[in-house]
């Protein structure tokens, strides 16, 4: 059975069996893993070529990383807000409403992106020595984080159409979008970070142009891909998709009241709770800044490799938030909350594996990254700390979009706030002193698997499902 009968088993009442369910379940996860494994290899292919260029390079981009996550959380919070509107209007049959939101959608989310660029390119000279980085790293990292903010409409318009189109059911398209960003930053990185060189293939001598750009070209070669991307995928959405396809049919693009206050009730809260999440994330930047380059470098690229090992709970949960939302919308809360654990316990058992993986893969996995040795070291010993956490990592991760698609955010928000502040925020300062950057991941870890266990708490206890029932 295809995964538009099965959802129309949901949205019409249907009887879905244990396979059923299950089969639904894979059908929405398989596609939407393969998108973020596209997001991840696309940092691994900037990390491992800008790694070639040097430590200081690598430190550059680690060093405003966390604060350039704060902006995408902007942009990406305004999206969800109008994408989790059109699940449940979708799960309720209810097509018209679901492309008057989308078409809403597009103009609210341009201006959000616009002045939160805005805002980016007013603090991009001072950033870098905000936090605490080393004067020879600072230039770089100025270059590269006006670059991306400069690019924060194409990466809205990135997120908006696949959004909207996950919440529609259709994952599959997004997954393949995110495949083509991926070859295509390859190949943009490949002609503007390096020089003109040439390169010996099978014996054969072949020149290869290129920008020589340095850290500034992993930006704009990233930029330019999203952007293609984007486009095309606004363009499909607009067109193609039965139940969002707008090209044609007549609509306002002004938002409403009820379309704006329905979004703000779903993204203020993600918005808070990412604001003050990647505002800790800079304030273990700074925490890691005293270390050194190597240790700048260990942490960024650790992350970067742990992406790796998260990035099936990111799918799952995708898939997790379009089954809910449109189970909600239908009116389905038992159907809602089986599915609910069920895509979660495959979230743990997923990630549990990559976790493993991860513990024996670790050198492997900083070898792509750094030709730097001392890099590769700490970077191997600090995913080996994380590895055990990998689990929880994942109940927390999937939990939040199951409560996502009932447009449930703002104790979840609470929760994930507490968990980073009171936990890892408190430990990484406390152990860094004595311990240096394994004491920041040893924190980490723990404030991870505390923050999967109160997720499943609140699964298993709460009253998450009867916020849609008021």
Known sequence: MTKDELLLRIREGGKLSNNDQLQLVALLSIPAIIAQLSNILMNYIDAAM????????????????????????????????????????????????ARDIFRQSLSASLVISIITALIGVSIAWHLPGWL??????????????????????????????????????????????????CILDILFNFLLIFPSRTLDILGIQLWIPGAGWGVAGAAIGTCIAEALVAFWMLWYAATKSKELAIWKEKG?????????????????????????????????????????????????????????????????????TTLVGQSVGAGRYKLTYRLAWLTTMVGIIVMTIMGIIMWFGAPWMMSILTPVEA????????????????????????????????????????????????????????????????????????????????????????????????
């Open 50 to 97: 800008t790694g070639t260029l040097g430590a200081n390079a690598s430190a550059s981009i680690g060093l405003v990383s966390t604060t350039l996550w704060l902006f995408w959380s902007v942009i990406g919070c305004s999206t969800t807000g109008f994408s989790v509107q059109v699940a449940h209007r979708i799960g309720a049959n209810d097509f018209k409403s």
């Open 132 to 181: 605490g980085g080393e004067e020879a790293i600072r230039d770089n990292a100025t270059i590269y984080f006006l670059i991306f903010v400069i690019g924060l409409p194409f990466g809205m318009i990135d997120m908006l159409a696949s959004g909207m189109l996950r919440c529609a059911g259709d994952i599959k398209t997004p997954s393949i979008a995110n495949v083509v960003m």
């Open 252 to 320: 306002p693009f002004l938002p409403t009241r009820d379309v704006l206050r329905n979004a703000y009730y779903i993204a203020a809260p993600m918005f808070l709770q990412r604001v003050v999440m990647n505002v800790a994330q800079i304030v273990s930047t700074i925490i890691v800044a005293p270390l050194g380059a190597v240790a700048i470098a260990a942490n960024a690229f650790g992350i970067t490799a742990e992406s790796l090992c998260y990035m099936p709970g990111y799918g799952i949960s995708e898939a997790a």
């Open 375 to 470: 890099v590769r070291q700490l970077g191997t010993e600090c995913l080996r700390i994380e590895a055990w956490a990998e689990p929880m990592f994942a109940a927390s991760i999937v939990v939040y979009g199951v409560f996502l698609g009932t447009g449930d955010t703002m104790k979840p928000a609470l929760m994930n706030l507490f968990s980073m502040w009171a936990v890892r925020i408190t430990l990484a300062a406390a152990l860094a002193p004595s311990l240096g950057l394994h004491g920041v991941w040893i924190a980490m870890a723990i404030e991870l698997t505390f923050r999967g266990i109160i997720f499943l708490i609140r699964l298993r206890w709460g009253h998450w499902i009867k916020i849609r029932r008021k």
